[in-house]
């Protein structure tokens, strides 16, 4: 057969017109601005967790701003030469705050896991039971990208809103947020009393940024951080024991989802470690942001739910777990039951100010009646913690109780909360 | 010879000042609109923590529910196998990437 001229272009144009369509379908399906944030929808392979990058720099729309390096706690995130494309180096040295992408003034920096299809798959299987865990700090930005002014109180709404998506139960993350103080108050009661063989100072570990940093910069300080689990984890592992025990569910079929402000959950849900209930104890993370996307796709008015409380048994919760979203909440959670355990009075004004603010770092000092004077010191902005873990190294630190939040103002103001789009020149 | 301030010293001034402004800025701006969105969800946070009818963890029905059918106590062998962990040294990794000549 002979191919003359004519006969050449046709094929040549018919593969290349194929090779355009292909190339156009594929990346239809795999990015998608959720709330005004490039995301990959592939879901992430979890045995791989720690070869994963969460976020990563679109080499199209860097201007090489630097803003990315300036928000970023460890350097990762980086140019080769000054005014380059930035992007992040490895996995290794990212403890996956997100702080680079709310802070990037042109929307060049992506999420690369995304839960979303997997969750609206579990939602339409009839046989799965989706349970779903909202963080503290999702309440108060939930509502933004319906309208809603920031920091308007939504969690009524969200609750409704979830079930309306199709989650069969909501149990409350702000339960186990009033646990994890119980849980580790009581460690710091231990430690102080010389009853656990643990050195002071004692860290909080309910920020999964903070953790990883830890563990990769300064594996030293390990024993220092208190040995709970963060409220969701906690709350992945009791859904799947005590909450399946009472509702006389099989275990087998939950699948939990964590509702968090951050993008750093996400590794900590893959994390091998916790499957303490005998299965994954978090089977999916979204942020807030996605949630948003996940309401919207289902058309659902959010705005004009009717509010409704989470489902009893893991449900319901206090103002010492509601703070847990701003930085300082978790040290004065833990002071408001601290102060009570040790004195066995009770606490005339719960409202303990002094730990209270946006500052860096604070610090200050409680008197407990009948026990000892504590120390306590709160971090805001994860490069704010450098020179307090070299204190501790050197043994000079003079705190009993330490709390970190890698973002600065603590969760409200997490990687995985609604940016507000007019801070943003989109390319 | 005496310093004088000429027309192309004051037009190169003018565009540095200008530069250096307009490259100044976005970040600053940034900052500040992260800031005030920062602060009244804070505020949100506080007001909620206000009226909240119970503000304190170890008031909580469900948790003295929990801790009476389950958990027995806080740091129980059942809360040491459920709600606590142990954590992984994992800086092989960053010294690796600073052998290869990264800041970090």
Known sequence: MNIDRKKFLHIAGGAAAGLIGAQTLTSCKKD????????????????????????????????????????????????????????????????????????????????????????????????????????????????????????????????????????????????????????????????????????????????????????????????????????????????????????????????????????????????????????????????????????????????????????????????????????????????RFAYEAVSGRKLASVDLTAVRGLGGVREASVKIPGGPEVKVCVVSGLKNAEPIIQDIKNGKSPYHFIEVMTCPGGCVNGGGQPIDPKDVFFT | MKSQFTRKKFIRTLTLGIAAVSFVSIPVQKLFAGLTNTKSRTDGVYEQDKKMPLRKSQDNPMIKQIYKDFLEHPNSHKAHELLHTDYVDRSAGVKRLRQSGIRI
């Open chain 1, 32 to 335: 998608e601005r959720v709330e005004h944030i490039y995301t990959s929808m592939d879901s992430p392979d979890i045995t791989k967790y720690d070869k994963t990058f969460f976020v990563q720099v679109d080499q199209n729309k860097c201007k090489g701003c630097h803003t990315c390096t300036i928000n970023c706690p460890t350097g990762i995130i980086d140019s080769k030469e000054p005014g380059g494309l930035h992007r992040v180096y490895s996995p290794d040295g990212c403890i996956n705050c997100g702080q680079c992408l709310v802070n990037c003034p042109y929307g060049a920096i992506e999420e690369q896991v995304s839960f979303i299809n997997d969750v609206f798959d579990a939602i339409n299987d009839p046989e799965t039971i989706v349970v779903a865990l909202p963080a503290p700090a999702v309440r108060y930005a939930i509502g933004e990208p319906f309208g809603m002014q920031p920091g308007e109180f939504a969690g009524g709404k969200m609750n409704a809103s979830l079930k309306a998506l199709g989650f069969d139960i909501v149990w409350d993350t702000e339960f186990a947020a009033d646990l994890t103080i119980l849980e580790e108050g009581s460690e710091l009661i231990a430690r102080l009393t010389g009853k656990m063989d643990r050195p002071l100072p004692q860290f909080t570990s309910c920020c999964p940024g903070w953790i990883k940093y830890v563990e990769s910069f300064h594996p030293e300080v390990i024993p220092n951080l208190s040995s709970c689990k963060s409220p969701v984890a906690m709350m992945g592992a009791l859904s799947k024991t005590y909450g399946a025990q009472n509702k006389k569910i099989d275990p087998k079929k939950i699948y939990t989802v964590s509702i968090m402000p951050c993008i750093a959950k996400k590794y900590e849900g893959m994390r091998p470690e916790m499957n303490d209930s005998g299965f994954r104890d978090l089977d999916a993370t979204i942020n807030t942001r996605e949630l948003a996307y996940m309401i919207k796709k289902k058309n659902i008015n959010f705005y004009a739910m009717k509010d409704e409380a989470a489902d009893p048994l893991l449900g319901q919760s206090t103002g010492a777990a509601t703070i847990f979203g701003v930085t300082g909440g978790v040290m004065e959670a833990a002071l």
